[in-house]
């Protein structure tokens, strides 16, 4: 079993920065391959970001290229989403997702196999 735990989320302006971390316990974390996903009321809930186990690979939703940064720091079972130049439409609340596929990442949200609990980001205009 892997338990993830998400952390920083909250309420900014148009424009602004949040990061968001993830503490992974219960399996040794360079096995997973790590992703954030996000689900806005009345939507699905749709990829964001996702890490390779070395950190070396990273994917993006074509949304949040060139603002949202994925990266993780093995030695602290942590990932992390860094979100800038942040818009109202990024509103949502964001999981942290594990995952034990053997490919190098996964945008599939049927490849994660462990979720967190959610966290609310909140961006005003």
């Known amino acids: 079993q892997v338990q993830l735990v998400e952390s920083g989320g909250g309420l900014v302006q148009a424009g602004g920065s949040l990061r968001l971390s993830c503490v992974a316990s219960?399996?040794?974390?360079?096995?997973?391959?790590m992703g954030w996903f996000r689900q806005a009321p009345g939507k699905e809930r749709g990829f964001v970001a996702t890490?390779?186990?070395?950190?070396?690979?990273?994917e993006y939703a074509d949304s949040v290229k060139g603002r949202f940064t994925i990266s993780r720091d093995n030695a602290k079972n942590t990932v992390y989403l860094q979100m800038n130049s942040l818009e109202p439409e990024d509103t949502a609340v964001y999981y942290c997702?594990?995952?034990?596929?053997?490919?190098?990442?996964?945008?599939?949200?049927?490849?994660?196999?462990?979720w967190g609990q959610g966290t609310q980001v909140t961006v005003s205009s």
């Open positions: 219960g399996r040794t974390f360079n096995t997973l391959v």
């Open positions: 890490v390779s186990r070395s950190g070396g690979g990273t």
């Open positions: 997702a594990a995952s034990t596929t053997t490919d190098v990442y996964t945008y599939s949200r049927r490849d994660y196999g462990y």
